[in-house]
């Protein structure tokens, strides 16, 4: 099956520094990817969609400047965390979708990475 | 608009006995409805979804039941067991806007 993997699991860093996510389709590939964020006991909540070759698309309310997100090919998508702050938080969790054609509107989600800003 | 109620908030059944869980919708752009499981620090895992052109799926011991009129749909879940405890969400998306709406989650215990 299709298998998207998120480097780190685990972040922990000072106030003020940045932090990069990886998010990868190992065995597909993915021209949209999107990140969500979760806070403990509650739901994803969509950060931002990212399609290959393009700037990604934000949902409102999320801060562009401070959630870089960069496809630069059809399986790696990156999510940095810039002047990262204790209410940043969270577990963040990418999605890459199949190649329109392939069924390609199922979503398989990464493992996720726990950020914690001390 | 974008909306997805989902109901339960908590549900605690037997070893065995049948799980169900809720969700409804507003936006009638809505065509693709998947289900994914969660385990506490893991991502969602895809378990079953439902296109509004038929109103049952089942795979194995999962069913969805969708209900367009009513903009509803559930999962059931056969047999539970200790296994299935996890949280579940129920989502949405179309085909437009591709990216998923999730339901606020449902968490399930499975007693032995």
């Known amino acids: 099956g299709a298998v998207v993997s998120q480097h780190p699991s685990w972040v922990i860093c000072k106030s003020g520094t940045s932090v990069k996510i990886e998010c990868r389709s190992l065995d597909f590939q993915a021209t949209t990817m999107f990140w969500y964020r979760q806070f403990p006991k509650q739901s994803l909540m969509l950060m931002a969609t990212?399609?290959?070759?393009?700037?990604?698309?934000?949902e409102q309310g999320v801060e562009k400047d401070k959630f870089l997100i960069n496809h630069a090919s059809l399986t790696l998508s990156t999510l940095t965390v810039t002047s990262a702050h204790p209410e940043d938080s969270s577990f963040y969790i990418c999605?890459?979708?199949?190649?329109?054609?392939?069924?390609?509107?199922?979503?398989?989600f990464g493992p996720g990475t726990r950020l914690l800003v001390l | 608009q974008q909306q997805v109620k989902q109901s339960p908030q908590s549900l605690i059944v037997q070893k065995g006995g049948i799980s169900i869980i809720n969700c409804a919708y507003e936006?009638?752009?809505?065509?693709?409805f998947p289900w994914y499981q969660q385990f506490p620090g893991k991502g969602p895992a895809l378990l079953i979804a439902?296109?509004?052109?038929?109103s049952e799926k089942k795979e194995g011991r999962f069913t969805i039941s969708f209900n367009k009129s009513a903009k509803q749909f559930s999962l059931h879940i056969m047999d539970s067991q200790p296994g299935d405890s996890a949280t579940y969400f129920c989502?949405?998306?179309?085909?437009?806007?591709?990216?998923?709406?999730f339901g606020s989650g449902t968490r399930l215990q499975v007693q032995p």
């Open positions: 936006n009638t752009a809505f065509d693709y």
């Open positions: 989502a949405a998306s179309d085909t437009g806007r591709r990216a998923l709406t």
């Open positions: 439902i296109r509004p052109d038929v």
């Open positions: 999605s890459a979708r199949d190649l329109p054609g392939l069924g390609g509107e199922t979503q398989y």
């Open positions: 990212s399609n290959e070759g393009s700037k990604a698309t934000y």
